[in-house]
Nanobody, 123 residues
Framework: QVQLVESGGGLVQPGGSLRLSCAASGFRFGDYPMSWYRQRPGKEREWVAR????????TSADFAKGRFAISRDNAKNTVYLQMNSLKSEDTAVYFC????????????????WGQGTQVTVSS
C-alpha cells in the first residue's frame, strides 16, 4: 500500500524557516519525480516544487523561487522542503506526491493523498 507521510510543519514567525519531510513507502520511490503541493485556507491545492527521480533537477512555482528548496534522499525514501523567509501567505497544509508527465503536463500519481502537515506563519 502506498503511504505518504508528511511532517515538520508548525507555527513560525514571518521571516522564519521550516524543513518539511515526506516519508514514502509502497512504491519504487527512486523511479519517480516527487513534488510538494500546498492548500491555503479556502483555496485549491497548488503545486510548490518538483524534483526529478535522481535528485539532480528541480523546479518550483514563482512564489517559491529563492525561498524554498526541494531535495530528496532515495536511500531513505524521503523528500524534503526547506522553507525560508516564510510569509503569512505561506500558511497552508503541505502535501507530497509522486509525479508523472504526460504530453508536457505533470500530474500527481497517487490517490488518496497523505494527511499533509500544517504550516502556520504568524506573529
Amino acid at each position: 500500500q502506498v503511504q505518504l507521510v508528511e511532517s515538520g510543519g508548525g507555527l513560525v514567525q514571518p521571516g522564519g524557516s521550516l524543513r518539511l519531510s515526506c516519508a514514502a513507502s509502497g512504491f519504487r520511490f527512486g523511479d519517480y519525480p516527487m513534488s510538494w503541493y500546498r492548500q491555503r485556507p479556502g483555496k485549491e491545492r497548488e503545486w510548490v516544487a518538483r524534483i526529478n527521480s535522481l535528485g539532480v533537477g528541480v523546479t518550483s512555482a514563482d512564489f517559491a523561487k529563492g525561498r524554498f528548496a526541494i531535495s530528496r534522499d532515495n536511500a531513505k525514501n524521503t523528500v524534503y522542503l526547506q522553507m525560508n523567509s516564510l510569509k503569512s501567505e505561506d500558511t497552508a497544509v503541505y502535501f507530497c506526491n509522486a509525479e508523472s508527465v504526460r504530453g508536457s503536463r505533470w500530474f500527481p500519481v497517487f490517490d488518496p493523498w497523505g494527511q499533509g502537515t500544517q504550516v502556520t506563519v504568524s506573529s
